[in-house]
Nanobody
């Protein structure tokens, strides 16, 4: 059974930075791609960024391009999300996901809260 555990969330002031980590485990880990999604209060979950297991392909939503960077350490089974220039609109629960391709995800972590104060 694949398991994903996020860490690195917290409270930060606007303009600050955070680095989220997601560690994967399980016999079938190492599948096609991993991603970050987020869900703000009262809103639907939205895609943030994805990366292929090889690290050669990435996809990032327009609202965070130039501020957020996704990366992967496929030796340690860990995906990262470096978040810079944070603003209050980035406040959300951030979820890690894994799946068979860069556009399909079926395994989810429990989420980590990111709060950006103005």
């Amino acid at each position: 059974q694949v398991q994903l555990v996020e860490s690195g969330g917290g409270l930060v002031q606007a303009g600050g930075s955070l680095r989220l980590s997601c560690a994967g485990s399980g016999r079938t880990f190492g599948r096609g791609a991993m991603a970050w999604f987020r869900q703000a209060p009262g809103k639907e979950r939205e895609f943030v960024a994805a990366i292929s297991w090889s690290g050669l392909r990435t996809n990032t939503t327009d609202s965070v391009k130039g501020r957020f960077t996704i990366s992967i350490d496929n030796v340690k089974n860990t995906v990262f999300l470096q978040m810079n220039s944070l603003n209050p609109e980035d406040t959300a629960v951030y979820y890690c996901a894994a799946g068979p391709s860069i556009s399909a995800f079926d395994i989810w972590g429990q989420g980590t809260q990111v709060t950006v104060s103005s």
